[in-house]
């Protein structure tokens, strides 16, 4: 089983379409989560952190479910410019729970909105 | 200028030479990444450093060797390329709450 597994999609929704992708990690101990956004042919940049009480940013929501050990991310109202790749990120744990900080990338979820 | 600097952003190599990639930051920050991004498998870790004395492997690390000359520079060096080492390459900085900066990228071809 991968460490961090996202549903690679493609979505495909219309302007204004609320969409939801969801990510599973592997490792219980995992203590940090985030979602970044990734444009055809650049690099990754955060989109947001998730915290484990939820937490909205504008049109995005992010939730953390530590007991089914997936996170998700939810955006509403979508526009064109959300078209993008999206990539669940969660930080692994070393031995005796200590964070090394080093963080694990799912495969990323393609996006695309149309109008 | 960018945070993060990779250099050089596109190049086309053979098979058996050596390569190497380059990154430095203004950050300051102590800990950075080597990446590898290849479609449908998303990002992978190469090595990672928490510090100039401090080098780690990550998870295909074969093939490939690093050197943190100074806080600011970290440097990935194929020995001898092969085509499957084709792909876009990452280097990343990581500051507070583990939040990583990435540099543009450097797309490697091997023939």
């Known amino acids: 089983r991968k460490e961090v597994e996202q549903d690679p999609g493609p979505f495909n929704v219309p302007e204004g379409a609320t969409v939801a992708f969801n990510c599973t990690y592997s490792?219980?101990?995992?203590?940090?989560f985030f979602w970044y956004r990734q444009d055809c042919r650049k690099e990754p940049k955060l989109l947001m952190s998730?915290?484990?009480s939820g937490n909205e940013d504008g049109r995005f929501t992010a939730q953390l479910n530590r007991a089914s050990q997936y996170i998700s991310l939810l955006i509403r109202d979508s526009k064109l410019s959300d078209s993008a790749t999206y990539l669940c990120?969660?930080?692994?744990?070393?031995?005796?729970?200590?964070?090394?900080?080093?963080?694990?990338f799912g495969q990323g979820t393609i996006l695309t909105v149309h109008p | 200028d960018a945070d993060v600097t990779q250099t050089p952003r596109n190049r086309i190599t053979k098979t058996g030479k050596r390569i190497m990639l380059e990154c430095s930051q203004t950050k300051g920050h102590d800990r950075m990444y080597w990446y590898r991004q290849d479609p449908g498998l998303g990002l992978r870790l190469i090595y990672y450093s928490f510090d100039v004395k401090d080098i780690n492997k990550g998870e295909i690390s074969d093939g490939y060797s690093v050197s943190r000359q100074a806080q600011a520079k970290f440097s990935l060096s194929l020995e001898s390329a092969i085509p499957n080492q084709t792909a876009l390459y990452f280097c990343?900085?990581?500051?507070?709450?583990?939040?990583?900066?990435f540099g543009a990228g450097s797309r490697l071809t091997v023939l």
């Open positions: 990343a900085t990581q500051g507070g709450a583990n939040v990583l900066t």
């Open positions: 998730v915290y484990s």
């Open positions: 990120v969660v930080n692994s744990i070393g031995a005796g729970g200590t964070s090394y900080g080093k963080l694990t």
């Open positions: 490792n219980s101990a995992s203590q940090s």
